[in-house]
């Protein structure tokens, strides 16, 4: 027995040691993050040097923390998922007197007590080790590193910082880094990627072209409060003569600090996917199409939509995904209306169609597919003619999936379609305009389900979802047979040579597919559980 006992207390230990690892055993190589760093040094300007800080640990309640997600800038950069850490890059190798290094990443301590409760840290030589860095130091020595003697340095890129991190214990020596940094670069108390970007705009305008220059600032003032709020903005749109907007010039502060050139590059970089990211990618998607076919197969009239996000996550953990790439949305009837709705809370779906828009997150990167299914297994004339007008709108979006097309393409024909096809419907009248369809078609998926990357040309290698949906709620101005009818079809597409792929085409799309799975039983049938009062 004492064997036993301790066999098992064995097994407890390595499988808490693994699940509280700061890497991916089974993810992205170290040699990937290496060969990113060394792509966003190759973009850097000359004599440049890039901070970026990781994500402070969120306070769920008292005290206890959500789970951590690291900076997904930071992870792509370096594989690892722990707090209170920075990576510093250089643009090119600079001597420190004792060590030669182009990047340097700052790491916390490991600490015994603290990873009995919080689980294993790997400390500088197990980042070393690991992850492949040669210049590994612990964050308390961030503000005492020759790395912050930046007066050498030309520009010095970093992500807007504004932002208060979250005060707690937990996020101690993040914040001490940050206030360093700050301090050293004097970072100016209100800063925003806009204004900065105005302040770029005037330094490259010529005096002839001063006055059209204005009337772009004075259009970004409308949006945008804190253009608006900015002197020098002001006195630029407001000067009466070339001459005075051109003068303004000299009040423009240092450029040294640059918080609009970093968010540019990694846009550049995350947008087209590597092989290795790729199958991450394809992993994450095919586990959540599973979960969409299970569903399918178990939903039922007086389901709870909380029941029924319990089997999509189910799924994803039995296959060992390690969380969710956001929060998931199923929602019953005019629920369905309401877009990014996560309460879940309805206890009977037993109205219409049901939507569910979920996504696994394995290794980092997450899916994000959504299905529509009719509760009673069957589409009714009402639900059949908006899920094939959505259906249709897809089709082409999808067939648009091409290197050289432009992104807004995608959107402009869907949206097109569905406008058309509402009037054939006689639910708007051909040229109103509604609030049926009210988002974007695409978007870029990765490590963030609103990933990293340009909105210009396609390209191949990127993957990005393409999602119409049309949304009638209750009290429309329209006929009363289409209250509540909300439909939105979501796939991920790879971008490639030979077209587009769609990488959850495993879940059922069309309406037959959806009925025909529908009618197959489920595992979960007989699953009953004991009655709790």
Known sequence: ??????????????????????????????????????????????????FIFTNPVKNRSNDVDFIYHPNTDFFYLTGFREPNSVLVIFSEMRDFGDFSANEILYVQARDPQAEQWNGKRLGVEGVKELL???QVFLNT??????????QSS????????????????????????INDFKSDVQYPEELSEVTMEM?????????????????????????????????????????????????????????????TTLPKIMDQLREVKSAEEISLLTKAIKISAVGQIEVMKAAAVGMSEREIQGIHEFIYKRYGAEGLGYPSIVGGGNNGCILHYIENDLKSVD???????????????????????????????????????????????????????DFSEIGHVTRQIINEGLAELGIIKRGERHNYFPHGTSHHLGLDVHDRGGYGKLKEGMVLTVEPGIY??????????????????????????????????DAPRTVAAIEEMMRIPSILQNWALPEID
């Not at 207390?9 to 170290?30: N, P, T």
């Not at 020595?141 to 930046?150: S, Y």
């Not at 005060?167 to 020596?173: F, V």
């Not at 589409?379 to 959505?390: D, P």
């Open 472 to 505: 009638i709620p209750e009290g429309s101005n329209c006929d009363k047979k289409w209250w509540g009818i909300a439909v939105r079809i979501e796939d991920d597409i790879l971008v490639t040579a030979a077209g587009p792929l769609n990488l959850s085409a």
């Open 1 to 50: 027995m004492k064997k036993l006992l301790l066999a098992a207390f064995c097994s407890l230990m390595i499988l808490s040691s693994v699940q509280a690892q700061s890497y991916f055993q089974d993810g992205l190589s170290a040699a990937f993050h290496k060969e990113r760093r060394q792509a966003l040094r190759s973009l850097m300007p000359a004599n440049s040097v890039a």
């Open 154 to 177: 030309s520009k010095i890129l970093s992500f807007n910082l504004g932002k208060n991190q979250e005060e707690s214990s937990s996020n101690a020596s993040l914040i001490a880094m």
């Open 351 to 405: 109205q219409r169609l049901l939507l569910m828009d979920l996504g696994a997150e394995w290794r980092g990167y997450t899916a994000d597919v959504t299905r529509t299914i009719p509760i009673s297994g069957t589409f009714n004339q009402e639900e059949k003619a908006i899920y094939e007008l959505v259906s249709k709108a897809q089709e082409a979006g999808i067939a648009l999936c091409k290197a050289g097309t």
């Open 132 to 134: 492949g860095f040669d």
């Open 199 to 259: 302040y770029e705009l005037i330094r490259a305008t010529e005096v002839e072209n001063s006055a059209n220059v204005a009337q772009v600032i004075g259009r970004y003032q409308r949006v945008h409060p804190e253009v608006q709020n900015d002197p020098i903005l002001q006195d630029f749109v407001q000067a009466d003569s070339p001459e005075k907007r051109m003068a303004l010039k000299k009040q423009i502060p240092d450029p040294k600090l640059d918080i």
């Open 141 to 150: 020595e961030f503000g005492k590193n020759p790395a912050l003697d930046l």
